[in-house]
Every structure is written in structure tokens, then in C-alpha cells.
């Protein structure tokens, strides 16, 4: 009786629930209860302040969210607040003005880059969303002093967009055979039988690492064979498909899931991100890259996931290959709208698995784990 009382610890509580794992049905019982109580509140409360507060809240649990994004939000909601202390909201105003004149700094220098490579214009089919690819960014690690991290990430988000596109709209099989071929030789040789626009990424991609040289020189580690295997596996992924789609194949739902975790690209991505933050690297930290630990598959797997619930029929009308809604409808005949529910299961799932991981030793992969989900 005393927690629908309070409010805040209800929602507290509810906040806590998505933190739960496998078998933990007390605290589905705890998501259950405080969703139906919060509901409640908000149908006849007249405290508006809280109220926003509390309908904000389902629409994602907070770790979920990008952090920036929210942080905006509450601002705009604490200034409409009675009692708010007017010093503290400057402040937190000024401190949101000077994180975004640094993001406005990288996206600056991003763009230069972006145009400097030419593939913008060279390759007109291709996405050239460089403002988006840096927003992924800063999702995952927004604090000012990561620019670094943040800037070569956008390189890696553009390069993937780049090839993606080409797999999945312009390049011929034979092509992508070639292609898929000279990133794993990682040897600019190999590029001899490319076709123009070919060369061009690949080249763009084999000059981005310059990574590799600042930890070398900085940590005494060579990364190379680290970023060359993934890169190599999301280029055979996206082969996989280009190869389904050609056929025409539907794969059933643990097919597609079991290449399509690292095709969505966060295996790619964590995979740098780790070498970008400057912290010690760990030889456990290099074999869970190397083996893609379970931290990195869970959470591959929910942005793969979360992200066919959102775009799969976009992505469909294009020319790509059935993501999973569509293999999940194929292999049980099931309706769309109980595919969609059966990849819901799925995520939620997922997180009670990946929450196992919290205490995840190489904290940097743990750090970017939280952050970009």
C-alpha cells in the first residue's frame, strides 16, 4: 500500500525491473505492477510535473535511452517545475550549451573528412547521412572529453553505411566476392580486380585505421588483425545476404538471426570503440573481442532486433533480404503482428541475458554496453 502511495519509488521500482535476468519472474511481477499503478497516477493525478515524469517513463526504461537526448528533455520539464531552483537550471543549461558547442566542433571536422573522401559524391548510391553517422555517436559516449572516440566512430558508421549500400544495392555477386576477399587479405594488392568505386572504399577503409598506429605507439599493442577480423566477418555477413537475396533463399529465424547479429555492425563498432577510449588494454579484454564474448552478442542482437521492428519494411521496398519478422512469418505461418510480439520475446529475453554481463571485467566494453543501449 505504501509504495502506490509513493510515487516515485514506484517508479523507481519499475525502473529496476529491466534490470532483472533469466528466471527473476519477481521483478516481471514488479514491471507488471508498477506499469498498471503508474498508469493509474497519471489518469487522476493533477500534478502535472510528475505526471510527465511518469508517461515519459514507459516508452523506454532509462538506460535504455540516449542520454543527451534525455537530458534535453528533463531540462525543458525541471523549468516548468514550481518549486525548481532556478541557479541549478542554469547550470545545467550552461553545462548542456558547452558539451554541444564540443559535438558541434566534431561534426565540424567530420564533415571535412566526409568530403575529403569523395565517397559522398563517387558513390551517388550510397546513403550520405554523415550528420546521422555522427549522432550513433553520441549515443554511445557523449562526454566532451571522447572526441576522439567519437570522430573515428563516425568514420567507422560512414564506412559501414558505404559497404552496407553496396551489398545491398549496386554491387554484383562476383563483385562482392572480390571485395569480401581483399578485406580479408587486408592487402591494397588485392584491390587490382576491383571495379572503380570499389577501390575507392576500400581504400578509404584501409587508410582509416590510423587507430592502430596511436595504439602501437601509445601501448606498445598491434590491433591490426583485431579491426581486419572485424571488418572481414561483416563483410562475409553482408556476402551471406547478397547471396540470400539473389537466390531468393528465406533463412529460417535462428539462421538469419546467427549471421544477422553481426551484420546490424555493433560487433564492428564495439570492437573500436574499445581501442578509442585511452585506457590500459587487457589480454582478457583481446580475447573477448577476438571470440566476440556474450556482451557483445546479446547486445548486437538486441540493436538487430529492435532495429527490423522499426525499419525491416523500409528496408524490404529497397531490394534487401527477409529480416526476421519476415523469417519468423515464413517458417510458422504466423501473422505479422505476432511476428513482431514472438521479436519482442526476443529482445526482452536478450536483456535478461545480457544483464548477466554487468559485471563484465573489461569495464570499457561494459561502459560502452550500457551506453549504447
Not at 156 to 180: P, W
Amino acid at each position: 500500500m505504501y509504495l502506490c502511495e509513493d510515487r516515485k519509488a514506484t517508479l523507481s521500482l519499475y525502473e529496476a525491473s529491466f534490470l532483472s535476468e533469466e528466471g527473476e519472474s519477481i521483478l516481471q511481477y514488479a514491471r507488471d505492477f508498477t506499469t498498471t499503478s503508474l498508469k493509474k497516477y497519471v489518469e487522476q493525478s493533477k500534478d502535472q510535473n510528475l505526471s510527465m515524469l511518469i508517461s515519459h517513463a514507459p516508452e523506454l526504461p532509462f538506460h535504455w535511452r540516449m542520454l543527451r537526448l534525455e537530458t534535453r528533455w528533463f531540462i525543458d520539464v525541471y523549468e516548468r517545475k514550481q518549486e525548481m531552483n532556478l541557479l541549478l537550471l542554469e547550470l545545467a543549461k550552461l553545462d548542456f550549451n558547452s558539451v554541444q558547442a564540443t559535438h558541434q566542433d566534431d561534426l565540424k571536422y567530420m564533415s571535412r573528412w566526409w568530403r575529403n573522401t569523395g565517397l559522398g559524391e563517387k558513390l551517388d548510391f550510397a546513403r550520405d547521412r554523415i550528420m546521422e553517422n555522427y549522432l550513433w555517436t553520441i549515443g554511445v559516449i557523449f562526454e566532451p572529453q571522447f572526441s576522439n572516440c567519437r570522430r573515428m566512430s563516425t568514420k567507422v558508421n560512414a564506412l559501414i553505411a558505404t559497404i552496407d549500400d553496396i551489398c545491398d544495392v549496386y554491387g554484383t555477386l562476383d563483385e562482392l566476392e572480390l571485395f569480401t576477399n581483399a578485406v580479408q587479405r587486408w592487402d591494397v594488392n588485392a584491390t587490382e580486380q576491383l571495379p572503380d568505386y570499389m577501390k575507392l572504399c576500400f581504400l578509404c577503409l584501409h587508410n582509416s585505421n590510423e587507430i592502430a598506429f596511436d595504439v602501437l605507439r601509445e601501448q606498445g599493442v598491434h590491433i591490426i588483425p583485431y579491426l581486419k577480423k572485424a571488418w572481414a566477418d561483416i563483410c562475409k555477413s553482408y556476402l551471406l545476404e547478397a547471396k540470400w537475396y539473389h537466390s531468393g533463399y528465406t533463412p529460417s529465424l535462428q539462421e538469419y538471426i546467427d549471421n544477422a547479429w553481426i551484420s546490424i555492425s555493433a560487433p564492428v563498432i564495439l570492437v573500436h570503440a574499445y581501442f578509442l577510449v585511452k585506457s590500459p588494454i587487457t589480454n582478457d579484454a583481446l580475447k573477448c573481442l577476438e571470440e566476440y564474448s556474450n556482451i557483445i552478442r546479446c547486445s548486437s542482437m538486441i540493436l538487430r532486433l529492435a532495429d527490423d521492428l522499426g525499419t525491416s519494411s523500409d528496408e524490404l521496398k529497397r531490394g534487401d533480404v527477409p529480416k526476421s519478422i519476415q523469417c519468423y512469418m515464413h517458417e510458422t505461418g504466423a501473422s505479422e503482428e505476432k511476428a513482431r510480439d514472438h521479436i519482442r520475446v526476443l529482445i526482452s529475453e536478450t536483456w535478461n541475458e545480457m544483464n548477466k554481463q554487468k559485471d563484465c571485467r573489461f569495464s570499457i566494453l561494459g561502459n560502452f554496453y550500457w551506453r549504447s543501449n
